[in-house]
């Protein structure tokens, strides 16, 4: 095989902005104050504290999970697909979703409630214009165990997040959830990722 | 002495043992029994007409999507006449899979394995080193293309059935085609996919999720408690909207028409009959329906069909044996309603998991804005993260697993809510009419239907 063959230099399905633009260094009091924010996230989410949840979310939020789709290295790109998603959400959406669990005896899709855990790892966070705002990708690893079922479920993803500090913390304002199925293991997504 | 039309189990259990007909029950062990799987791949998936996407993914010659027909992958092309082709996605060489992509558009498809190459029509063009014939000569080149499947475009949706000789996609449809006419037939231009179909599994058998797609009412008021208790569909009180007409047929097919006039209070003079077509539709017109293509849906559809959409639409069944409708109401809190259609087909993965498919569509001719916001509240509502949906999901693997107990397995799902209510003397419609709330009738057509394939000759 000849090794000068030409391969795409850049196959990220996700974006086309160069790898190391604004790159906030790890460990970096930034880096640790977003990397704090996500593992608290990832632990009021297991713990089911939603209303929590929620008030680190920003009211122009949006909250996507496109489909997948198996396509070849060259249509890379296409192998997300952003018109029908399993999540299309706002924060007032994602409020009506949190509610629905909260505040009724029905939601049966989660009560009795899953038992998560959602690993968190491999952050990266980009510095933008406004110097309160931040990109920041993040890996994780979610585990879910219903009823008597022995064998773990697994989502994994990579999630695109911009966070905004804000005098009294930080907040999630946009993310978008790149699955790695096409077809996911999970039965549903009734809770969040 | 045993009977030889007749399926049997190899313990002797006879299909008709487990759906007894008399008292409208049926034993639990249908549910998941492995050996009865291996019979429903063949004789159910191997002899229906069954959905697999709409044309509207494959707009441009060349286009393709891969698909599952039961447990097998097919591949569905766009021809250069405009014709559709479905395929068994097989290598006659060895076995392969030959396209691996999910969509995409090529002239050729090439087995990846030996270099088997076809036309997008399927047929066998050549392998690599044509010189030395990997083919050999024992076969002529015609026998050498893709297993071609029987195909068929309805209101632009692709169906097609592995059964060459069977009955017409219309004879499949049979009278319940009036009704599935109002929902897919209605407009110029009809439908359109808005995306490919979400796709999820659910470790339950295929059966749970496709009987309670024939319009099962009941598990409304129960499992989907939460549309009143918070979401207040129906100001709070499920019950009102349960009364309607069911429709049906002996082919497994139904759907549930429910009077826009019992589900909201904008709608109330939908009943004394002095509102025009055009002021109903402006007030809450079907779903995915806006009051512009009034005009359309006249050209489209018969006087007595449009009457009954716009009165009293089919909002949800199914179409045996693994397709669930949803053309719903979503009401907002602002008084504005939302109206979403989607189509589900359960696709059989063992006996113990499906998959969901979930396809999103819109009409055609519907502005920007109606589609964006029907497809957004779909997904909020419908498939993988639906708030409604996702209650359902948490229940079939039970009913799955519970089928397997010594004890458990000879329990019986029961359908004995008759209908007793004669139809409405100005019904305008065919078929099997169940007139009042809620039965279990179409349901028991669905196993009706089911029993009947399982009981044909291989």
């Known amino acids: 095989m000849t090794m000068n063959a030409v391969i795409p230099t850049d196959v990220s399905v996700a974006s086309d902005a160069p790898f190391r633009p604004n790159r ?3 460990g970096s009091p930034a880096y640790n104050e977003i990397t704090e924010f996500l593992y608290e996230e990832a632990w009021l989410l297991d713990e089911i504290r939603l209303a929590e949840w929620v008030a680190r979310l920003d009211v122009d939020l949006r909250y996507t999970c496109p489909v997948r789709q198996t396509r070849p290295l060259h249509q890379h790109a296409q192998s997300i697909v952003r018109t029908v998603m399993h999540f299309d959400e706002t924060y007032a959406s994602i409020r009506g979703r949190v509610g629905r669990i909260t505040d009724t005896r029905s939601a049966w899709a989660e009560d009795p409630p899953s038992r998560t855990r959602r690993l968190v790892t491999n952050i990266l966070v980009d ?5 309160d705002e931040f990109e920041v990708k993040s890996y994780l690893l979610c585990s879910r165990s219903r009823f008597e079922e022995t064998n773990l479920l697994f989502l994994s993803c990579v999630r695109h997040d911009l966070l905004r500090r804000y005098d009294d913390g930080i907040k999630l304002a946009r993310r978008e959830i790149i699955v790695d199925q096409t077809v996911l293991g999970f039965p549903n997504l009734a809770i969040f990722l | 002495m045993l009977d030889r039309t007749r399926t049997t ?3 002797g259990t006879t299909i008709d043992d487990l759906i007894n007909i008399e008292t409208r029950e049926v034993q639990l062990r249908a549910i998941s029994d492995p050996e009865l799987y291996d019979i429903e791949m063949r004789k159910v998936f191997g002899k229906t007409w069954l959905l697999l996407g709409h044309e509207s993914e494959i707009p441009n010659p060349g286009d393709f999507i891969t698909r ?5 992958p097919v591949l569905i092309t766009r021809q250069k006449d405009g014709s559709i082709r479905v395929m068994l996605n097989v290598c006659p060489h060895r076995g392969m899979r030959v396209c691996t992509a999910d969509a995409g558009n090529a002239k050729v498809h090439t087995c990846i394995y030996h270099g088997w190459a076809f036309k997008n029509d399927g047929d066998f063009i050549g392998a690599p080193v044509a010189g030395e014939k990997m083919h050999g000569d024992i076969l002529p080149k015609e026998k050498l ?3 071609q499947a029987r195909s068929h475009l309805y209101g632009g949706l692709i169906f097609a059935t592995w059964n060459l000789e069977g009955p017409s996609f219309d004879e499949f449809l049979g009278e319940m085609k009036w009704y599935y006419d109002m929902l897919f037939c209605r407009t110029d231009k009809g439908l359109e996919a808005l995306g490919p179909p979400q796709r999820f599994t659910i470790k339950a058998n295929w059966k749970t999720a496709c009987e309670q797609s024939a319009s099962d009412g009941f598990h409304t008021l129960t499992l989907h408690r939460w549309l009143g208790e918070f979401a207040k569909f129906g100001d709070g009180d499920l019950t009102t909207s349960m009364y309607g007409t069911e429709v049906s047929s002996l082919q497994g097919h139904s759907l549930r028409c429910m009077p826009v006039a019992n589900k909201f209070k904008q709608a109330a003079g939908f009943r004394d009959g002095n509102l025009t077509l055009e002021e109903k539709l402006a007030i809450v017109p079907p779903p995915g329906i806006t009051k512009e293509m009034l005009p359309e849906l006249i050209r489209n ?3 007595e069909q449009l009457g009954l959409l716009v009165d009293s639409p089919p909002q949800v069944g199914g179409m045996f044996p693994n397709v669930l409708i949803a053309f719903i109401y979503v009401p907002q809190p602002d008084g504005e309603i939302i109206g979403l259609t989607s189509l589900h087909t359960y696709i059989p993965k063992g006996p113990d998991e499906l998959e969901f498919c979930n396809y999103i569509l819109a009409e055609k001719d519907a502005p920007e804005e109606h589609k964006q916001k029907a497809l957004q509240f779909a997904v909020r509502m419908l498939g993988t993260s639906g708030m409604v949906e996702q209650d359902d999901s948490d229940t079939w693997p039970h009913i799955t697993q519970t089928a397997k107990g010594a004890a458990a397995r000879n329990v019986t799902m029961k359908y004995q809510a008759v209908c007793t209510t004669p139809p409405r003397p100005d019904w305008p419609g065919p078929a099997l009419v169940y007139e009042g709330f809620t039965k279990d ?8 239907a089911y029993r ?4 044909a000759p291989a």
């Open chain 1, 24 to 26: 906030v260094p790890v």
């Open chain 1, 127 to 131: 510095s933008t214009d406004d110097p």
């Open chain 2, 9 to 11: 189990l190899s313990d």
């Open chain 2, 68 to 72: 599952l027909m039961g447990s097998d």
């Open chain 2, 145 to 147: 293309g893709l297993t």
């Open chain 2, 301 to 303: 559809l018969s006087p």
């Open chain 2, 441 to 448: 009738d179409t349901q028991w057509n669905w196993w009706l």
């Open chain 2, 452 to 455: 009947e394939l399982m009981n």
